[in-house]
């Protein structure tokens, strides 16, 4: 089993950053792509970003240029970097890890509105 716990969400304006943590516990020894996803209101959930543990990165094109995903292996931690925010950005956004099973985190709200 893995345990993750997310933080870092909050309100902000458009145009604003914010920087979500997500860090891992458990059989860490397993997880090797670490990533966020992000679930609208009446939407479904779709995928944000991910890195493995090498350091390749995949972005969603709504985010690319403006969100940077990162990894401390060391720390069993990913993170998210969020810059030049909008308000179609607002939603539940959760930390995902994959290795020997798939794990999710509890969701932290990231709401973007003047």
């Known amino acids: 089993q893995v345990q993750l716990v997310e933080s870092g969400g909050g309100l902000v304006q458009p145009g604003g950053s914010l920087r979500l943590s997500c860090a891992a516990s458990?059989?860490?020894?397993?997880?090797?792509?670490m990533g966020w996803y992000r679930q609208a209101p009446g939407k479904q959930r779709e995928l944000v970003a991910t890195?493995?543990?090498?350091?390749?990165?995949n972005y969603a094109d709504s985010v690319k240029g403006r969100f940077t995903i990162s990894r401390d292996n060391g720390k069993n931690s990913v993170y998210l970097q969020m810059n030049s925010l909008k308000p179609e950005d607002t939603a539940v956004y959760y930390c995902?890890?994959?290795?020997?099973?798939?794990?999710w985190g509890q969701g932290t709200q990231v709401t973007v509105s003047s």
């Open positions: 995902q890890v994959s290795g020997l099973g798939v794990y």
């Open positions: 458990g059989l860490i020894f397993s997880i090797n792509v």
């Open positions: 890195i493995t543990r090498g350091g390749s990165t």
